[in-house]
């Protein structure tokens, strides 16, 4: 039965978003640990808003961690569906993530992924807001979500997984990666120790470190990065390995309580 199996929901960017020969991270994960998983994350999304007064005309700013975790504690989805229905907002089928978040029963959810970082870094989000819940900050943004998804989800443990590693080319050879390049909201080791921050600050919320723990890096990034941001197949299986070693020691932590 369903119900019986360890819920997970996957909130994320492209990296948890799309598929990759066939597969998506969640996918991957699924097929591993046998358990029920949501895949609500959403290319070209950030987990902070936009600082722009007009950001609605901006489709993917809709669907930050921040405005979803807002529809996710919607009461009545239906204009949110009617509203997203109308807007044709991504090749990624973001109405249909929107239907998929609307119809989880929250109190059944066991573990909350939160993918987030890369999109906030190349857009030069900033890493800290003007107080510790400024939305328009990864930090803040995150810290806001948490602690709406505490409250929605009172059962689950939450993961928030970093930043990935990334490389930037220029004619055809890579020059600089996310350590050396600011976007104008930080270097890539900002935002997972931002990430890590917060995550430290809430009972019951787990980081994941992929700048560590993934091992990806000047060195080897040619086999586990297909392009600039996202992971190839041999880097979404190492994410896989890595998740289900957090999650274990999780598990194992709480059996010797």
């Known amino acids: 039965d369903n119900d019986e199996r360890v819920q997970v929901v996957f909130l994320g960017d492209s990296n948890i ?20 998983v949501y895949n609500c994350a959403i290319g070209g999304t950030a987990a902070a808003k936009t600082n722009t007064a ?5 489709s993917f700013d809709l669907l ?22 109308e807007a044709t907002l991504n090749e990624q089928q973001a109405t249909g993530k929107i239907h998929m978040l609307t119809n989880i029963d929250y109190e059944e959810i066991d573990y909350i992924v939160i993918s987030y970082g890369l999109n906030d870094y190349t857009t030069g989000r900033k890493v800290y807001g003007k ?14 979500s948490i602690e709406r998804l505490q409250k929605l989800c009172p059962n689950a443990c ?33 935002y997972r120790d931002a990430a890590e921050m917060v995550a430290s600050e809430y009972d019951n919320v787990l980081f994941m470190d ?7 890096d000047r060195s080897n990034y040619e086999e586990y990065i297909r392009d600039d941001l996202h992971l190839n197949v041999d880097g979404q299986e190492k994410f896989v390995d890595c998740l289900i070693e957090v999650m274990e020691e999780y598990e194992n932590g709480k059996d010797e309580q």
């Open 17 to 36: 978003a799309y598929d990759f020969e066939d597969k998506s991270i969640p996918q991957r994960f699924a097929e591993r640990t046998g358990y029920n």
């Open 54 to 58: 007009n950001y609605f005309e901006e």
């Open 64 to 85: 930050c961690l921040y405005n979803l975790t807002k529809i996710m504690e919607a009461e009545d989805h239906q204009p949110l569906l009617d509203f997203f229905n």
């Open 131 to 144: 107080d510790d819940y400024d939305v328009t900050s990864y930090a803040g943004a995150l810290r806001d």
């Open 158 to 190: 939450i993961i928030v997984s970093s930043i990935t590693y990334c490389v930037f080319y220029e004619n055809g050879e890579v020059v600089e990666d996310g350590y050396d390049r600011s976007w104008g909201g930080g270097y890539i080791n900002e």
């Open 210 to 216: 992929n700048l560590e723990l993934l091992g990806i």
